[in-house]
């Protein structure tokens, strides 16, 4: 599939994912960091260790949340697009068929194509 409006599209939406990843994972790191931090201080821990700890725990679970939510495929990006506005599966089947190519003859294809982009241009995403 050459570079159209759908890929266009597609490729906001997976920076958006990503980006919902990233706050996901910052929100967790910071809830995370504040449980360590008043457990610590509950129990009498002196301030430059408690700031330390709570540094490595909001780093590490940051960067585990962002990694386990940063599945932002092409086809994942379709889904969310899908879920977001009733588009009868064409923009899922579109992205699959380029992500996993079928035998599926070229005027089809071109057709799913075709109906996803006009389906899309409904799609505001700036």
């Known amino acids: 599939m050459p570079d159209t409006r759908l890929t266009a ?7 958006r994912l990503r980006l919902r990843a990233v706050v ?5 790191g910071t ?20 700031l330390l700890v709570c540094g490595v725990v909001a780093i590490a679970v940051a960067a585990w949340v962002t990694r386990a939510n940063g599945g932002a495929t092409p086809l994942a ?5 899908e879920e977001a506005a009733a588009m009868d599966n064409l923009i899922v089947t579109a ?6 190519p079928r035998p ?4 089809i294809q071109d057709e ?3 109906q996803a982009e006009r389906r899309i241009a409904s799609v505001d995403l700036p």
């Open 9 to 15: 599209v597609i490729d906001r939406a997976r920076a």
């Open 24 to 28: 996901w994972g910052l929100a967790a």
């Open 31 to 50: 809830v995370a960091a504040t449980a360590v931090n008043v457990t610590a201080m509950l129990v009498a821990v002196p301030a430059g260790s408690r």
């Open 77 to 81: 990006a379709a889904r969310c697009l």
């Open 95 to 100: 992205v699959e068929l380029r992500e996993q």
């Open 104 to 107: 599926v003859p070229s005027d």
């Open 112 to 114: 799913i194509v075709r």
